[in-house]
C-alpha cells in the first residue's frame, strides 16, 4: 500500500510539473513567436565569428558596420517584446529561485521568486545600452558583451520554462560557458540589476 501511495504520488508529482512547464513555455512562445529574435541572435553569433576570422581590416570593418544593423533590429524587437509580455498577468509570470523546478512553487511561494516580467525589462536595457556603445567598447569588445548579454537573456528565458539549474546546464552546452562567466560579461548595470532582482550576490 505505501509503495502505491508512493508511486501515485510520485506520478502526480510528474504530472503537475508537466503541466506548469507547459503553460510557461506556450506563454513565452506565443509572444516570442511574433519576433525574429532567435534568429537574430544566431545570425549575429556567426557574424561576431566571420568577423573576428576575418585578417584583411577593411573586409573586417565592413561585417562590423553590417552587423549593427542587425544589432539594432534585435534590441527593437527585444524591447517590443519586454513591452508586450509585459502585458501578461502576474501570478504566470512568477519565477521560482529554488534550483529545481517544483510545479507552481512560484505561486504558492512568490517570496521565493522573481517576476520575468522585469527580468525581460532588465535585458531589453542592457541589450540596448551595449549597442548605443556609450562606453566606447571596441567592436571586439562590444561583440563579446552584447554576447554575454543575449546569453544571460537566454538564460532567462530556460530558467522561466524549467529551473536555473537546466537554464545553467543548457547554456554550457549550447554556448560552452557557464552562468558565472555570463554574468561577469554582462555590462555593470546589467548584472547590478540582475542580481538584484534574482536576490543573488555578486559571487553566484
Known amino acids: 500500500m505505501d509503495m502505491l501511495l508512493l508511486l501515485a504520488a510520485a506520478l502526480g508529482f510528474a504530472w503537475a510539473k508537466k503541466k506548469d512547464q507547459s503553460e510557461r513555455i506556450a506563454l513565452l512562445v506565443s509572444v516570442l513567436s511574433r519576433f525574429d529574435i532567435e534568429k537574430l541572435m544566431e545570425s549575429l553569433t556567426d557574424g561576431y565569428l566571420r568577423?573576428?576570422?576575418?585578417?584583411?581590416?577593411?573586409?573586417?570593418?565592413?561585417?562590423?558596420?553590417?552587423?549593427?544593423v542587425q544589432e539594432q533590429t534585435l534590441s527593437e524587437q527585444f524591447t517590443a517584446f519586454a513591452a508586450e509580455f509585459a502585458t501578461q498577468d502576474a501570478a504566470a509570470t512568477r519565477v521560482s529561485r529554488l534550483p529545481v523546478a517544483i510545479p507552481y512553487a512560484a505561486r504558492w511561494w512568490p517570496s521565493a521568486g522573481f517576476d520575468v516580467r522585469e527580468a525581460f525589462a532588465v535585458h531589453a536595457r542592457g541589450i540596448a545600452s551595449v549597442i548605443e556603445n556609450q562606453a566606447g567598447l571596441s567592436p571586439k569588445r562590444r561583440a563579446f558583451t552584447l554576447s554575454a548579454e543575449l546569453f544571460l537573456m537566454q538564460h532567462t528565458c530556460h530558467?522561466?520554462?524549467?529551473?536555473?539549474t537546466v537554464a545553467s546546464a543548457r547554456l554550457l552546452a549550447r554556448h560552452k560557458t557557464t552562468y558565472q562567466q555570463v554574468l561577469q560579461s554582462v555590462s555593470v548595470g546589467t548584472r547590478n540589476a540582475y542580481l538584484a532582482m534574482t536576490g543573488q550576490s555578486a559571487a553566484v
Open 51 to 68: 568577423a573576428l576570422g576575418e585578417e584583411d581590416a577593411e573586409r573586417q570593418t565592413q561585417v562590423w558596420s553590417y552587423l549593427e
Open 159 to 164: 530558467w522561466y520554462c524549467r529551473s536555473k
